[in-house]
């Protein structure tokens, strides 16, 4: 099983970046699907999870009406739209696929890395 992240980059205070996460090797519809961030110096920290297409997304506070979770179970894969980006949203992001049944995560990506700097 593999997860695939990109669209990381540099991205200017206020910007967007579309980050894709690439699932094979699992059944990926039966899976929950979440990003998560880890910044330098910080522990890994929840972003927000997909159950599937008929469930409403959760979200961590501190992106709630900036970042938009969504996924597309014909291609297997996740995505996360980030607008308004502010430096502090700079970080590691890891997609994460766990059972639905489970709280621990089977799988990882390698993280794309987003920079939010002037």
């Known amino acids: 099983a593999q997860l695939v992240e990109s669209g990381g980059g540099l991205v200017q205070p206020g910007g967007s970046l579309r980050l894709s996460c690439a699932a094979s090797?699992?059944?990926?519809?039966?899976?929950?699907m979440s990003w998560y961030r880890q910044a330098p110096g910080k522990e890994r920290e929840w972003v927000a999870s997909t159950i599937s297409p008929g469930y409403s997304p959760t979200y961590a506070n501190s992106v709630k009406g900036r970042f938009t979770i969504s996924r597309d179970n014909a291609k297997n894969a996740v995505y996360l739209q980030m607008n308004s980006l502010k430096p502090e949203d700079t970080a590691v992001y890891y997609c994460g696929a766990r059972e639905r049944s489970s709280t621990r995560y089977d799988y990882w990506g390698q993280g794309t890395q987003v920079t939010v700097s002037s």
């Open positions: 090797g699992f059944i990926f519809s039966s899976y929950v």
